[in-house]
């Protein structure tokens, strides 16, 4: 009878806390995101757990709490003592308006604690209110950090999160500190999740996805999934983890252990497929924590862009988060974007404030530094096309017998010192470069929204023309400096293909690379088409001084071997005449002698 009682008593707050009427219990709303503008596939809002033990701290009002500095606006709520919303002052969507927002505005919030009660059931903090520390419900950071206290009673114990936000730093310190934590859960520990997604910013929802995913970082590895080959995806660590987090093309939500971890987990989920207008995905980081022993836990959370210098003082790894192409082109690529690419940006960017004439500066640096590669592979070529008559010979020759044609060929090579690969391999020595390049330059945040002639935006496609209707694997819009790459090609072509013998082929291939390359590079960063233009107008104009160079040379050698000619005839001629006079003195001699006779007698 006992037992019943109690177990039928109605709960008991504690004092102070006022009873809240049921109606009033509802997630008081933010200004929602526009329609396609969330990479997220909302996810499904936490339960109440349906333990008694926690029915209290499941009653309340919510309140707001917002913090500012200078790069960003949060807002908190006492309902789950969670990230409502996330706004960064510096850096605009791609209407150039509406600021980039890291969090879900529409969801329950982006953090949350989940564990185990007493009772075995699944408790998720953002189901539970929270009491605030502070009586102001607007907070600047001005020169000193800004602490925000969240409490909620549960049991005999109580649980306490803390941020932590500094002045001028994308950073936030959160602190978790669990007080007599075994009359409300059990010793399993508990999981730090982050589920709030990152919104889209730009204009090309397609690119953003390919560039989107959940990481986790441990053993000095990067592992990753992503959601453009399956609808769902997740991977699971045990042991250390460095760091968990989730990115879109541009930006990050990175959550960092100071304490040892158990594991880690992601998960991701998708609706409809990529390219489609009502594709989203959305992705969660968990990070499994052991039970706390006396300290508090403390995380450190970046949310901001993905700038090499902020990622890289972390000494954690954090920019292995950008995506630089397959594991075989990987490993050559990221040196070079790391070491070469985005220190030669940010120096060059510090006396050139317009990134357009960086990106100019820039292809005419790297084809001065690979100016002698060019140089000789040009040279190469040329050596080959003044052979192409005696090949022509030798295959004309030997037209019913390779093997003899090929041994022809090689023994040519060998006279004349030529090497059919001597134009391939130096232009291939630069491959790695251009496809650094490539993959450095669309993920780039210093040119988002960097605007140079006609382009808006440099990391986005400078449409010149909207076409009423799409071509397939091309868009339905003409990019400018994709455009004028294309044509530079041809030029750039028509000049190395100067003096060759007419080949349908190869003329075939001088219009039909351009346009194959035009279709392509439609769609990429105009930052990017603008690099390849000035690339081929720089190498045209080297092919054009080193064929000149080349002809001068040439003609000099024809001089000289013309003077040479003459000298050899003039002294052939010389000997002849010599030699022609000795046989005339040698008869005079012998005409004269016989007179003398004729005198003598």
């Not at 953090?111 to 539970?128: E, G, I, K, P, Y």
């Not at 862009?305 to 890289?312: F, G, I, N, S």
């Not at 000494?315 to 082109?329: A, E, K, P, S, T």
């Not at 040439?554 to 010389?574: F, M, P, Q, V, Y």
Request: charged content about 20%.
């Amino acid at each position: 009878m006992m037992v019943w009682l109690m177990w039928l008593a109605p709960e008991q707050t504690r004092p102070g806390a006022p009873v809240p009427d049921p109606q009033e219990q509802v997630v008081q709303p933010l200004p929602e995101a526009e329609d396609g503008a969330r990479t997220s596939v909302s996810p499904t809002v936490p339960r109440a757990t349906g333990d008694t033990l926690f029915a209290a701290a499941e009653r309340g009002f919510e309140e707001l709490i917002t913090v500012e500095n200078d790069l960003y606006t949060a807002v908190l709520s006492t309902k789950g003592a969670t990230i409502r919303s996330f706004e960064l002052k510096d850096y605009k969507k791609f209407d150039g308006e509406t600021p980039v927002q890291l969090v879900d505005t529409s969801g329950v919030g982006a953090l949350a604690l989940a564990f185990t009660s007493q009772n075995s059931h699944a408790v998720d903090t953002r189901t539970l209110y929270f009491d605030v520390e502070t009586e102001e419900r607007h907070l600047v950071v001005d020169d000193q950090n800004v602490t925000v206290s969240f409490a909620t009673y549960v049991g005999d114990g109580r649980l306490l999160q803390t941020y932590t936000f500094q002045p001028n730093s994308y950073e936030i310190v959160l602190t978790v500190d669990q007080q007599n934590p075994e009359s409300y859960a059990t010793r399993d520990g508990y999981a730090l999740i982050w589920d709030g997604a990152l919104q889209y910013s730009e204009d090309n929802p397609k690119m953003e996805a390919q560039n989107s995913g959940a990481f986790v970082h441990a053993g000095g590895d990067t592992q990753s999934i992503t959601l453009l080959r399956k609808e769902d995806n997740d991977v699971s660590i045990n042991g250390k983890v460095d760091w968990v987090s989730i990115k879109n093309q541009y930006f990050a939500a990175v959550v960092i252990p100071t304490q040892e971890t158990r594991g880690a987990e992601l998960f991701g989920a998708r609706a409809g497929e990529p390219g489609d207008p009502d594709f989203q995905q959305h992705f969660e980081a968990v990070l499994e924590m052991r039970p706390q022993e006396t300290e508090a836990h403390t995380f450190r959370m970046y949310l901001g862009p993905m700038e090499y210098q902020r990622l890289a003082a972390y000494r954690l790894n954090l920019y292995d988060m950008v995506d630089y192409g397959w594991n075989w082109m990987e490993w050559m690529v990221r040196p070079l974007a790391k070491f070469v690419f985005i220190p030669l940006f940010g120096f060059l960017h510090s006396f050139i404030p317009s990134y357009g004439i960086v990106i100019i500066i820039l292809a005419l640096i790297i084809k001065l530094v690979t100016y002698p590669l060019t140089k000789k592979s040009f040279r190469s070529m040329a050596k080959m096309r003044d052979l192409q008559p005696q090949m022509e010979a030798i295959k004309e020759k030997h037209a019913d017998n390779p093997q003899k044609q090929q041994e022809a060929m090689m023994k040519m090579y060998k006279e004349t010192g030529a090497n059919p690969l001597g134009g391939c391999m130096p232009m291939l020595l630069q491959y790695p470069i251009i496809i650094a390049l490539w993959r450095f330059l669309p993920q780039s945040i210093e040119i988002r929204q960097q605007g140079f002639l006609w382009a808006s935006d440099l990391s986005a496609p400078d449409k010149i023309l909207q076409l009423p209707f799409e071509i397939p694997f091309y868009g339905d819009f003409v990019a400018g400096f994709t455009l004028l790459m294309g044509l530079s090609m041809i030029v750039q072509m028509r000049i190395q293909s100067a003096g060759t013998p007419s080949n349908p082929q190869m003329k075939m291939i001088t219009y039909m690379m351009p346009v194959m390359i035009f279709a392509i590079f439609n769609r990429f960063a105009a930052g990017l088409s603008l690099y390849y233009l000035c690339y081929n107008v720089i190498t045209a104009v080297q092919q054009k001084w080193i064929n000149h160079t080349l002809e001068k040379e040439k003609e000099a050698n024809e001089d000289s071997n013309g003077l040479a000619e003459h000298a050899g005839k003039i002294a052939r001629d010389t000997a002849a005449a010599k030699g022609k006079n000795r046989g005339n003195g040698k008869a005079r001699s012998t005409k004269s002698g016989k007179g003398q006779k004729k005198v003598n007698r």
